[in-house]
């Protein structure tokens, strides 16, 4: 059915490109799902278990981090709904703050955030292959593989890549549940296991550690904007592919950790070598469960890459389509996909491998880069509410002013957090981020603003172009 065949570029309408609506619900929602639940449902457990040593107060903060995620969820809907192209936080922050906020956003996100994202979930599935065929390659080796196999089936079509999302998705989701199920009927579990601690806690400092790990772990809710362009009937498809998928994956993140807790001390999840779904399965069926869960492990691992891929590429392609990066990088295959984007985005990804290299410097540069914009794109809400009031709304925030706000102070929060706990590794990447704002200034020198400002226009209405 998808015959692999040579992609060539379409050369019509090459001032303002379009990516073709081929995803309808269930395809989009497989994609934002998917970039979500990867190898943090699998591997925050152990982290949260050693930094916070109490069963209820930690599936409390994971009940929050869902209802964080969701108030960000509901502030986005508003913004995707109104600008429903290409782009997604990018596409926000243009209409809200101008062009240059704009740039520096898709400037850190095509050579920090998502490549180091992409890059750090790819290296989790390395890590699982090393494991499941007990072979002792270079984990680069196996993440670089990973990256080039990736780009290439989202550059064979956006169809096949949303719809290798969704039954993935499917699949990651039976695996979880199964894991629940075991845990809660194969396993001798106990709810003495969610006791408090008999040592007192410092709850302050600890939560500081832990939000963050889990905030990482929900990360993926935002990147249905990014292929808002592409979502047929976005202003009914969109609000439910935000709101449905970010209570789905709460609700399994929910229910895995209560089901850990039941079937483990926590203690066990917290210094046991192996990860806690893995002590689950090797409990209930042995060494075979344990390879299990690895392959699931890796399997969920690479298909969140893929997803990421997918969506991240589409940030640098409207970048580009405004004239706020080389207009190559705008083409449109023939097979209606933004290939060369993609290819950009696999060779940065697989710097990040090499330079970076380890999962945990990966997934550190890319919460601290990517909360900065979700406070600015959530603060978004309200300054286009004041400067753009014509501006049309399909679906306006539930909650409005204080959902955006709440969420903008978290992001606040977020950000101030990284920089406390690593100034030495987060001013780089500050200095980054700031180059963006004269580099712009350089590109507008070098390449004057177009003729035709309406070329660049993502919304209808009076209020529709801000530059």
Known sequence: ???VRAVTFSTVNSARPDLPRTLGFW???GVMVGVA????IFKTPVSIAQALPDPTWTLVLWGVGGVLSLLGALAFTELATAMPASGGIYTFLRQAYGKPMAFVFGWTYMLITKPSAAAGIAMVFAEAVRG??????????????ALIGLTILNVIGTRLSAGVSLVSTIMKFAALIALVVCALTL???TTDNFAAPSEPIS???AIVGVMASIMWTYDGWSDVGAIAGEVKEPQRNLPRIYLLGTMAIMGIYLAVNASMFWALPQHVIANNTMLPAARILDIAFGAGGVVVILGVIGFSTLTSSHASVLTGARVTFAQARDGLLFSFLAKVSSRGTPAVALWTQCILSISATLMLGTFSKLADTFVFTMWIFYGLAAAAVVILRITQPNLPRPYRCWGYPVVP???VLVALAMTALAIYEDYQSTLPWIGVLLAGFPVYF???RLFPEPVNPESTNVVAGPDADKT
């Open 37 to 40: 639940v990867g190898s943090g």
């Open 187 to 189: 396993v001798k579990g």
């Open 132 to 145: 499941v065929f007990k072979v002792d390659w270079d984990p680069r080796v196996i993440t670089i593989a």
């Open 405 to 407: 706000i709440v969420f």
């Open 1 to 3: 059915m998808y015959a």
């Open 27 to 29: 395809p989009a929602i």
């Open 203 to 205: 709850l302050r400092t």
């Open 442 to 444: 350089v590109w507008r």
